[in-house]
C-alpha cells in the first residue's frame, strides 16, 4: 500500500493536518486511529471552554472535534479506525495493525500526531499500599464522560493541572464529594479560569505547596495524608492533614507519546519530549513531520489545529515536490525560558515565523529578550507564566540577518 | 469584588463594585470581562455541560444558554434522570427549556440510537 501522506493519529492534530494537506494540493492522505473513532481526548472533554481563538466561539470537546471531522468527511479523507501502528522507520514505511491483519503502508511523507499521555503515580515515588482507587484524572475523566461510571464518592485530586480541576467539577456535579486539590508548587499549573469556575464555584479548597505524605488503603483508597512543603519542596514535619477518601485522582502533567518516534531514529528534544523541528515543524529526519501535543503539551487545543496546519501544509510541499535546501540556524532558550519551539529555523524559507516558548515561573510585566545575534529586540508582555504557552513573531528580514535566535524572559515582578 | 474572568483562557483579574447605577467594573481586557463581572455581582450564571444515558452510551450535553448557577444542582438532577432512547444529530434539543427560562439541553455530539464509544 502507498500514499502520499500518512498521519498517525485522528486526534485534534491529525484531523487539521489532514485537511490542511489535501487543500495544499495532496488528496493522497492516509489518518491512521487507533479507537474506534477520531477526535481523541476531546471525545471525553464534554466540557466547553474550546475554541475561543479560532472560531470565536465557546464549543465543547465534541463540538470543537466535529468541525475537523466534518471537513475530512466532506473530503472524503480516508480514516483506518480501530488500527494501530507497531513501527515506523526512517525511510517512511508505517507498519499498521488491525483486524484484517499486519500490513506496511509506504508513505512519501509522515506526520507525527500520537497526541500525549497521562504521567502516572509511578513516576511520582509515593510511599503507601498499591490499593484500588487511584486514577489519573483523564481516566476518571472517561469512566464518568465515556462509559457513564462514577470512579468514586469522596475524593482526593493530586496535581492542579486543568484535567484535575475539571474533573473536580464534573465529580461534584455528578454527585462524588471532592476534598480537596493538593499542589506542590506555590502556584497551580491550571488556568485561572478553571481554578475559579472549577474549584471557587463550588467550595473546594486548593492547598499549595502540599504534597502526598502517605496513601492508605487495604484493598481500595481509606485515605489521605497531605503534607506541607517548604521551599526545597521538603515535607515540614507537624503539617500534615488527613482525609478520609475512597479515590485518589492524580493530574501531574501530560508526556508526548514518542516511542514509535524514538525507534525511528527521529531526533528529540528532551526540553519539549517531543522531535526536534523546524518552523515547517520537519523534524531532522527528512519528510517526517510532527504536530500537535507529540511535539509539545499544548494548553490550548486552538493552538494544535494551526500548528497542525503548518505541519500538514508543509508535509504536502515535501510530498507532491520533494524536499528543499535548509540553511538553518538554531532557536534557543536563554533565561527563564524552559523551551523555544521549533528548535530550528530555516533561513531559505525566507518567511516571517513565530517562535513559541514557555516560561520557567510567573512575571507580570515581564520583557521578552529576542537576540538573533545581529540585534536585539524586546517585547512587553503583561503577564506570563509556565501554564500558559507565549509566543513571538520574527519577520522574513530579521530572520534573514539573524545568526541564531535565543529567547529570554526577565525584568517585571516575580 | 475580585474575580477571574472565565470568558477565556487569558482569565482576566476583575475588580466589580456595586455602585447606584449599576455595576463598575475595571481589570476587563474585553466587553465579555464586563459583561461577566455584572452578572456575577446580580446573578451568576455558566453554561452546564453534562452527559445524557443512552443505550450503551453517554451522549454528550450542553445548555444552549448560560443557566443560573443557583440551579445547576437542581438541573443535574434533571439531566441524570432524563434517558435517550432515539438517535441525535449534534446541536438538537433533547430537553427543552430546563431551567423555566428558556434553556434547552442540546447534544454536543451526534448519537446515533445505536451503542457507540463516544
Known amino acids: 500500500m502507498k500514499r502520499d501522506i500518512v498521519i498517525i493519529g485522528g486526534g485534534p492534530a491529525g484531523l487539521a493536518a489532514a485537511v490542511a494537506a489535501y487543500d495544499a494540493g495532496c488528496k493522497n492522505v492516509l489518518v491512521v486511529e487507533r479507537e474506534s473513532e477520531v477526535?481523541?481526548?476531546?471525545?471525553?472533554?464534554?466540557?466547553?471552554?474550546?475554541?475561543?481563538?479560532r472560531f470565536k466561539e465557546n464549543l465543547t470537546?465534541?463540538?470543537?472535534?466535529?468541525?475537523?471531522?466534518?471537513?475530512?468527511?466532506?473530503?472524503?479523507?480516508?480514516?483506518?479506525?480501530?488500527?494501530?501502528?507497531?513501527?515506523?522507520?526512517?525511510?517512511?514505511k508505517v507498519t499498521c495493525m488491525n483486524q484484517s491483519g499486519i500490513f506496511t503502508v509506504e508513505a512519501k511523507a509522515v506526520i507525527l500526531a500520537m497526541g500525549c499521555r497521562e504521567r502516572s503515580k509511578g513516576a511520582l515515588n509515593i510511599a503507601g499500599t498499591r490499593p484500588a482507587g487511584l486514577f489519573s484524572a483523564g481516566t476518571a475523566q472517561k469512566y464518568?464522560?465515556?462509559?457513564?461510571?462514577?470512579?468514586?464518592?469522596?475524593?482526593?485530586?493530586?496535581g492542579s493541572g486543568d484535567i484535575g480541576l475539571?474533573?473536580?467539577?464534573?465529580?461534584?456535579?455528578e454527585g462524588a464529594k471532592v476534598l480537596c486539590v493538593s499542589e506542590i508548587m506555590p502556584y497551580s499549573s491550571g488556568l485561572r479560569r478553571n481554578i475559579a469556575q472549577c474549584l471557587n464555584d463550588f467550595g473546594i479548597p486548593l492547598y499549595l505547596e502540599h504534597t502526598v505524605a502517605e496513601i492508605e488503603g487495604e484493598g481500595r483508597v481509606s485515605g489521605v495524608t497531605l503534607v506541607k512543603v517548604d521551599e526545597n519542596k521538603?515535607?515540614?514535619?507537624?503539617?500534615?492533614?488527613?482525609?478520609?477518601?475512597d479515590t485518589v485522582l492524580f493530574s501531574v502533567g501530560l508526556i508526548p507519546e514518542n516511542e514509535l518516534t524514538e525507534r525511528a531514529g527521529v531526533a528529540l528534544d528532551p526540553r519539549t519530549k517531543g522531535a526536534v523541528v523546524d518552523g515547517d515543524r520537519q523534524t531532522q529526519t527528512e519528510g517526517v513531520f510532527a504536530c500537535g501535543n507529540v511535539l509539545h503539551v499544548h494548553d490550548l487545543v486552538d493552538f494544535v489545529s494551526e500548528e497542525a496546519e503548518i505541519a500538514g501544509r508543509a508535509a504536502a510541499e515535501y510530498a507532491l515536490q520533494g524536499g528543499r535546501a535548509h540553511a538553518y540556524i538554531s532557536a534557543e532558550n536563554g533565561e527563564n525560558v524552559t523551551y523555544v519551539l521549533p528548535q530550528r529555523v530555516d533561513k531559505n524559507k525566507n518567511a516571517p515565523q513565530k517562535l513559541f516558548f514557555r516560561v520557567r515561573k510567573a512575571f507580570r510585566n515581564a520583557v521578552v529578550t529576542v537576540d538573533t545575534g545581529a540585534r536585539r529586540k524586546t517585547v512587553k508582555k503583561i503577564a506570563v507564566a509556565p501554564g500558559e504557552m507565549e509566543s513571538v513573531a520574527l519577520s522574513a528580514e530579521e530572520i534573514g540577518g539573524?545568526?541564531?535566535v535565543k529567547i529570554a524572559v526577565t525584568g517585571g515582578d516575580r | 469584588m475580585e474575580l477571574v474572568c472565565i470568558e477565556c483562557p487569558r482569565g482576566c483579574l476583575l475588580s466589580a463594585e456595586k455602585t447606584e447605577g449599576g455595576v463598575s467594573v475595571s481589570g476587563n481586557f474585553c466587553p465579555k470581562g464586563r459583561a461577566y463581572a455584572e452578572a456575577e455581582?446580580?446573578?451568576?450564571?455558566?453554561?452546564?455541560?453534562?452527559?445524557?444515558?443512552?443505550?450503551?452510551?453517554?451522549?454528550?450535553?450542553r445548555t444552549d444558554r448560560p443557566v443560573k448557577k443557583s440551579m445547576i444542582f437542581a438541573l443535574m438532577k434533571k439531566i441524570r434522570a432524563a434517558r435517550l432512547t432515539h438517535a441525535v444529530a449534534i446541536g438538537d434539543?433533547?430537553?427543552?427549556?430546563?431551567?423555566?427560562?428558556?434553556?434547552?439541553?442540546v447534544a454536543s455530539a451526534s448519537y446515533g440510537g445505536e451503542p457507540c464509544s463516544i
Open chain 1, 39 to 53: 477526535g481523541g481526548v476531546l471525545k471525553q472533554c464534554i466540557h466547553n471552554g474550546f475554541g475561543l481563538t
Open chain 1, 61 to 92: 470537546g465534541p463540538e470543537y472535534a466535529h468541525k475537523f471531522i466534518e471537513e475530512a468527511e466532506k473530503r472524503g479523507i480516508e480514516m483506518l479506525k480501530d488500527t494501530f501502528v507497531t513501527e515506523l522507520t526512517a525511510d517512511k
Open chain 1, 144 to 158: 464518568v464522560n465515556v462509559k457513564g461510571m462514577l470512579p468514586g464518592k469522596r475524593v482526593v485530586i493530586l
Open chain 1, 166 to 173: 475539571i474533573m473536580a467539577r464534573r465529580l461534584t456535579l
Open chain 1, 234 to 245: 521538603r515535607p515540614i514535619a507537624g503539617t500534615e492533614k488527613h482525609f478520609d477518601c
Open chain 1, 402 to 404: 539573524a545568526e541564531y
Open chain 2, 41 to 61: 455581582i446580580t446573578e451568576p450564571r455558566r453554561v452546564l455541560t453534562s452527559t445524557i444515558r443512552a443505550a450503551g452510551a453517554m451522549v454528550p450535553v
Open chain 2, 93 to 105: 434539543t433533547i430537553m427543552e427549556n430546563i431551567d423555566g427560562e428558556g434553556a434547552n439541553v
